[in-house]
């Protein structure tokens, strides 16, 4: 008999009650796989072991790093790495394709859910939600006309990276009638005119947006992408948002800007180290909003994206390329050319 298809799938995809984050139906489909058997992996794990690319055909993660060091031993057994989620700075994707090993993730079931996010913290912003609510919490009600919002009505919307998440954005910006921008040296000015925005550096995106929302991925380039000098050109009435990830801002020099008052506030789902210390000085500040990197987490999202990634690993359980592959060089590698059938 053959050996069956090895699944292992990261414990941090289980909610406190050792429920299923994406509830039970997504993975339904590997208890049904035929030849397919899989489990969760001990709690804890911060890093993909070689031991586990040695046991496993494929391992669907949520958190853990996946370094060079998980796919150097011997007895590789590995085939994909399915990535719950559309980032996958976590994986050294250059040493999976060295080693033959597909990385995959779920880049369709993002886009809606992160640009509300980005919305949800414009919307909140520019009505002052959260003063608001301390005010009626705090007996303040007569405060009130000391925390005007500002309407969103010919004021700038800027995105600092129009992938999947910046372009939903700007299509659900549209209705607001808000002047969109976007800087994004890889996406083509026709494509972003057809979403009403017009492309701009990045010097002109800050400097002229009152709402600057990063959602470009996160690598070499983008690292501290927004650092002091992007920061100064911003408008004092300006915001910045971050939905992307928290080392594409430099978060010192974010927090500057904020303590003297230099822009008008921020909303950071995202921030350098995760999770972020209670000590970090940011968090003490009324006029930034912050979210723990899950306002974007809802039932609808967890189940797409489990869908995706699950579907992934089948597809690859029966010899076919999934389809969001993010390093497709390892398709012409010998290990994956042994599987994979033509
Ligand atoms: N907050 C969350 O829960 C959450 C959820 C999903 C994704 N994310 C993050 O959002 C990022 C973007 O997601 P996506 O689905 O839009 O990805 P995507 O790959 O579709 O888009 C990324 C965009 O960044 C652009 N880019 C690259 N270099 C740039 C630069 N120097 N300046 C400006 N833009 C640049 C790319 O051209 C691309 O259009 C992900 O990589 C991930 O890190 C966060």
């Known amino acids: 008999m053959s050996q069956a298809f090895k699944v292992g799938v990261t414990s941090d995809l289980l909610d406190a009650r050792g429920e299923p984050v994406c509830g039970r139906e997504p993975l339904r489909a590997l208890d049904e796989a035929p030849g397919l058997a899989w489990e969760w992996l001990p709690t804890g794990i911060r890093e993909i072991a070689a031991g586990h690319a040695a046991a496993f055909d494929a391992i669907y993660i949520n958190s853990p790093r996946v370094t060079a060091a998980a796919v150097a031993g011997p007895d590789l057994r590995l085939k994909i790495i399915s990535r719950h989620g559309v980032g996958y700075d976590s994986v050294d994707v250059a040493a999976m ?29 520019a009505h002052r939600l959260l003063a608001k609510d301390r005010l009626t919490r705090e007996g303040r009600w007569h405060e009130r006309t000391g925390h005007m919002g500002i309407g969103l009505t010919g004021r700038t919307l800027g995105v600092v990276g129009a992938g999947g998440i910046g372009k939903e954005l700007l299509r659900m910006a549209r209705v607001f009638d808000l002047k969109l921008l976007a800087a994004d040296p890889y996406v083509d000015e026709l494509e972003l005119a057809d979403l009403g925005a017009r492309k701009a550096p990045l010097e002109v995106v800050m400097a002229q947006s009152d709402f600057v929302v990063v959602a470009c991925l996160l690598n070499d380039e983008t690292r501290h992408l ?31 800007v904020l303590k003297a008052r ?55 359980q029966r010899g076919e390329r999934p389809r969001f592959v993010v390093n497709p060089d390892v398709l012409s590698h010998p290990r994956v050319q042994r599987w994979l059938k033509r």
Do not use: Q
């Open 262 to 316: 230099r822009i008008a506030g921020a909303a950071l789902d995202v921030f350098e180290e995760e999770p972020t210390p209670a000590t970090n000085p940011i968090l003490a500040l009324e006029h930034v909003i912050v979210t723990p990197h899950s306002l974007a987490w809802t039932d609808e999202l967890f189940r797409n994206i489990a869908g995706t990634a699950i579907g992934a690993i089948l597809s690859v």
């Open 226 to 256: 927004i650092d002091a000098s992007a920061l100064a050109r911003m408008k004092p009435e300006a915001y910045l948002i971050n939905v992307a990830r928290g080392p594409v801002v430099d978060e010192a020099a974010l927090y500057e």
């Open 97 to 125: 394709s060295a080693a033959g090993v597909l990385v995959c993730n779920t880049p369709a079931a993002v886009p809606r859910p992160v640009a509300t996010i980005a919305l949800t913290f414009v919307l909140a912003l």
